[in-house]
């Protein structure tokens, strides 16, 4: 009979650091994998140009799919706390083909925007302390984010707990300007002192569907993706205290406290800057807020430039945690070469992963922004395809693994079961909007044509090619975990580390 890997686990030399992180830091490092400022600002314009003063709406209902998902990473985590997650969980409950597709799509996802969210975090940077003939000098941004990459991932590689602590610093410092940004915004619409043309809030903008139409899809695909990140807490499941239930609550409590601030700078934006100055300025994305921010703060608009910039530097980080770490979860499978399971010795973290992942990330990123900086935003929407492919894949994992359970109670049925194949379906729905839309070259940021369709789905169809045909490589080169992965465990026995049964 074939051993089940899965529970022998890493010999305890060669193990990450456990309960380097408590629940806070877990939930620190979630939210801040959203890059919640450089987020909203991204989206928030385009938004706006679809459906008008109800995106607040659209920030509530694009929730509901990311809540369902979090439930099942909360269920699945509890009966196998494994850094690979998704990787994990899938290839447990529906085979290793499933599951190595699933760990290849969260280590692209890092590969895709690191190099993206670095390239802001320094822009924005720059532009805030006054230094805006370097932000506009391609060569010295390119260079100053190549250096923000490398030193991020070192402090990736030093520890966790040294992550954490830089997190906690980011995270704080970004929502005391998110916050100071939406005050002074709504407080400038009922004083009427705005130089926009501001609309006082109102209750009726939380309705998703006020817009309704195909302009409601459109924005529910926007709405969904900066939701995305928040599991990166659940990947750091073994350095965390209480392995088995703090990373899932931390994913949890991210969606809800990102829905929380996502409504209200949403509607301290639109309130502020009213539908039309939104809807012209759609194209300009995440430089929406430096326009918004000059207009509402006057001299005090680098307070939301720095509240973008340390948006999109903790989101640097907290990005290459999930990938590196599905990446070492792989390899000590034996669903990659040994080497990507390497942990440094002293520091109890990925290393070797970790690095690979930071270096593919800036070849990528180079190598795009010299094609065109357009081309650099159209890999940031193939990120759709793989988001939605490897969350819906993780919703339906949940309800298989668990499906001997989901008749014993009510909660069970609708919390493991039909909650996370709902928002799995919400998911392939709207991966199916994201393929059609895609389709047409004119909805890329560039508007040109690679092989007859746009850029992102090319980039997305390659992608998803090349990992097929790495994995079939793999398959046989080195067979092993194919031929030994773990089955289904009887999910009617008490789940405990590392999916060992009690």
């Given at each position: 009979?074939?051993?089940?890997?899965?529970?022998?686990?890493?010999?305890?030399?060669?193990?990450?650091?456990?309960?380097?992180?408590?629940?806070?830091?877990?939930?620190?490092?979630?939210?801040?994998?959203?890059?919640?400022?450089?987020?909203?600002?991204?989206?928030?314009?385009?938004?706006?140009?679809?459906?008008?003063?109800?995106?607040?709406?659209?920030?509530?209902?694009?929730?509901?799919?990311?809540?369902?998902?979090?439930?099942?990473?909360?269920?699945?985590?509890?009966?196998?706390?494994?850094?690979?997650?998704?990787?994990?969980?899938?290839?447990?409950?529906?085979?290793?083909?499933?599951?190595?597709?699933?760990?290849?799509?969260?280590?692209?996802?890092?590969?895709?925007?690191?190099?993206?969210?670095?390239?802001?975090?320094?822009?924005?940077?720059?532009?805030?302390v006054g230094l805006d003939s370097w932000a506009d000098n391609d060569v010295v941004r390119q260079v100053l984010t190549v250096l923000?990459?490398?030193?991020?991932?070192?402090?990736?590689?030093?520890?966790?707990?040294?992550?954490?602590?830089?997190?906690?610093?980011?995270?704080?410092?970004?929502?005391?300007?998110?916050?100071?940004?939406?005050?002074?915004?709504?407080?400038?619409?009922?004083?009427?002192?705005?130089?926009?043309?501001?609309?006082?809030?109102?209750?009726?903008?939380?309705?998703?569907?006020?817009?309704?139409?195909?302009?409601?899809?459109?924005?529910?695909?926007?709405?969904?993706?900066?939701?995305?990140?928040?599991?990166?807490?659940?990947?750091?499941?073994?350095?965390?205290?209480?392995?088995?239930?703090?990373?899932?609550?931390?994913?949890?409590?991210?969606?809800?406290?990102?829905?929380?601030?996502?409504?209200?700078?949403?509607?301290?934006?639109?309130?502020?800057?009213?539908?039309?100055?939104?809807?012209?300025?759609?194209?300009?994305?995440?430089?929406?807020?430096?326009?918004?921010?000059?207009?509402?703060?006057?001299?005090?608009?680098?307070?939301?430039?720095?509240?973008?910039?340390?948006?999109?530097?903790?989101?640097?980080?907290?990005?290459?945690?999930?990938?590196?770490?599905?990446?070492?979860?792989m390899a000590r499978r034996q669903a990659l070469p040994a080497h990507f399971g390497h942990i440094n010795p002293r520091f109890r973290?990925?290393?070797?992963?970790?690095?690979?992942?930071?270096?593919?990330?800036?070849?990528?990123?180079?190598?795009?922004?010299?094609?065109?900086?357009?081309?650099?935003?159209?890999?940031?929407?193939?990120?759709?395809?793989?988001?939605?492919?490897?969350?819906?894949?993780?919703?339906?994992?949940?309800?298989?693994?668990?499906?001997?359970?989901?008749?014993?109670?009510?909660?069970?049925?609708?919390?493991?079961?039909?909650?996370?194949?709902?928002?799995a379906g919400l998911l392939a729905w709207l991966l199916v909007e994201s393929v059609a839309d895609m389709s047409d070259p004119a909805?890329?940021?560039?508007?040109?044509?690679?092989?007859?369709?746009?850029?992102?789905?090319?980039?997305?169809?390659?992608?998803?090619?090349?990992?097929?045909?790495?994995?079939?490589?793999?398959?046989?080169?080195?067979?092993?975990?194919?031929?030994?992965?773990?089955?289904?465990?009887?999910?009617?026995?008490?789940?405990?580390?590392?999916?060992?049964?009690?």
């Open positions: 009979m074939a051993k089940d890997i899965t529970d022998a686990g890493p010999p305890p030399s060669a193990s990450l650091k456990p309960n380097a992180i408590g629940f806070l830091d877990a939930l620190v490092i979630g939210l801040n994998a959203t890059s919640p400022a450089y987020s909203v600002a991204a989206v928030i314009g385009p938004v706006v140009a679809l459906v008008g003063i109800y995106a607040p709406g659209v920030m509530v209902a694009s929730f509901v799919p990311m809540l369902l998902i979090a439930s099942a990473f909360y269920y699945l985590n509890k009966v196998d706390q494994d850094c690979g997650t998704t990787f994990s969980w899938v290839t447990r409950a529906m085979g290793p083909w499933a599951g190595w597709l699933g760990g290849w799509a969260i280590a692209m996802t890092g590969v895709l925007v690191v190099g993206s969210l670095a390239d802001v975090a320094v822009t924005f940077f720059l532009l805030a923000l990459i490398l030193v991020m991932t070192a402090v990736c590689v030093i520890g966790i707990d040294v992550s954490a602590k830089v997190q906690n610093v980011l995270i704080l410092a970004q929502v005391a300007c998110l916050l100071v940004f939406a005050v002074v915004a709504l407080y400038r619409v009922y004083a009427d002192t705005g130089t926009l043309d501001s609309i006082e809030p109102e209750f009726s903008w939380l309705d998703p569907f006020g817009a309704g139409g195909a302009s409601l899809t459109a924005a529910l695909l926007l709405g969904v993706f900066i939701y995305w990140g928040w599991e990166s807490a659940v990947n750091l499941t073994e350095e965390t205290e209480d392995s088995a239930t703090a990373p899932g609550k931390a994913a949890v409590w991210s969606t809800v406290l990102l829905l929380v601030t996502y409504v209200a700078v949403g509607f301290a934006v639109v309130a502020y800057a009213g539908t039309a100055y939104l809807a012209e300025n759609a194209a300009e994305e995440e430089f929406i807020f430096a326009l918004l921010a000059e207009e509402a703060m006057g001299g005090w608009d680098w307070v939301v430039l720095l509240a973008v910039s340390t948006s999109a530097l903790a989101s640097t980080q907290t990005t290459i945690i999930p990938a590196s770490r599905t990446g070492l979860s973290t990925p290393d070797v992963s970790t690095w690979w992942v930071a270096g593919i990330a800036i070849v990528w990123y180079l190598v795009l922004y010299q094609i065109s900086e357009n081309a650099l935003f159209d890999s940031l929407t193939a990120l759709s395809l793989l988001i939605a492919f490897y969350y819906a894949l993780t919703g339906v994992a949940c309800a298989v693994y668990y499906r001997r359970q989901l008749t014993r109670s009510v909660r069970n049925l609708f919390l493991i079961g039909l909650g996370p194949l709902v928002g909805n890329s940021y560039s508007g040109v044509s690679w092989f007859g369709l746009g850029p992102p789905l090319v980039i997305g169809i390659g992608i998803i090619v090349t990992g097929v045909i790495l994995m079939v490589v793999w398959r046989l080169m080195a067979p092993v975990f194919w031929s030994e992965h773990p089955s289904v465990v009887d999910p009617g026995l008490v789940p405990g580390k590392h999916g060992k049964e009690s």
